[in-house]
């Protein structure tokens, strides 16, 4: 099994380049190594909900796309900042999920 790390908050950009990147890596990666592949951490901006939600929507189609994908990981969701001082959650500090989580519902079942 391939693991990889998606964190484009540290390229601080998730322009459609950067995406299209991951999911090129996703299928070529397992192709040349003969192995499945999964996304074992990624995570975006608490304060930015929305593009949260579009960037987990984004790397949702591209791990569904991908054959060999067996899934991703966000990384630490429910360490919300107000006592983890951890910015990539998606928690609120009111101590509920945050609305970038929804993304998930979008993957079907076989």
Not at 6 to 22: C, E, Q, R, V
Not at 31 to 40: A, L, N
Request: with cysteine; charged share 25%.
């Amino acid at each position: 099994m391939i693991g990889l790390s998606y964190y484009p908050w540290w390229l601080k950009t998730t322009n459609d380049a950067i995406i299209a990147g991951l999911g090129d890596s996703l299928i070529q990666l397992p192709e040349r190594f003969g192995k499945d592949i999964m996304i074992v951490e990624t995570g975006h901006e608490d304060d930015k909900e929305e593009e949260s939600f579009r960037l987990l929507e984004s790397v949702i189609e591209r791990c569904v796309a991908a054959p060999r994908c067996c899934g991703l990981f966000y990384w630490e969701p429910e360490g919300a900042r107000s006592w983890s001082n951890y910015n990539l959650s998606a928690w609120r500090g009111d101590g509920i999920p945050s609305p970038a989580l929804d993304a998930f519902r979008m993957i079907k079942q076989p």
